[in-house]
């Protein structure tokens, strides 16, 4: 699965990379959560942000435990889970990234964080399907789900999972209406490993509310409660 990423960089450089406009303000995220209300760019309106909630919105999610699970699906079942189908053919996003985290476990109770970028560590996008709801109050809510696949030769020994980045040539493709099944199902591989490296983290990274830019600086493999490891 995928349950955290980062987006650091400024809203001039998301404005440039995606080709589209950012109303609101933005400021750099570096520890980027499941319930929280994001940047992403839809099929319905590609050429300006909008900010949908990442999984379930905080107030669904405060009486449901479980939500918390509901932040990707998987890219093999997509065009066949009937929870999906309908996104999947309706309702693509592209969601903004410039990294992703996933933790190595280290024998049974010791687990390592690390992060995943482009070589470059430049802008990229997750696939994504979106949403829209009417929660108690008659209030529309809109929320986002990340797309995973099998993982590359990088990813593969630190989980089973990654999610689905998408080849820039791809992007505007993923949010064409006319885009056949074939050709959107043909984007949703690993990324190339070749174009990827990774580091691992402090395990600051595990605690949500630290947002801030020291979880991304490269450290020597530590686990979660600090002490380091000997397995790179």
Known sequence: MCGRYSLNKSKIELEER?????LGDFKPRFNIA???LLPVLTSDSPKGFSFFYWGITPDFAKNKPVSQKLINARAETINQKISFKSSFEKRRCLIPADGFFEWKRIGKKTK????FTLA???LFSFAGIWEEYENDKGELNHTFLILTTEPNGLVKDIHDRMPVILKKEDEKKWLDSYSSEKELLEMLLPYQTSEMISYSVSPLVNTVSNDTASVLRKTSPMDQFGNYTLFG
């Open 34 to 36: 499941p319930t929280q």
């Open 120 to 122: 470059d560590e430049s």
């Open 18 to 22: 995606f080709q589209a406009e950012m």
């Open 112 to 115: 390592t964080p690390y992060r």
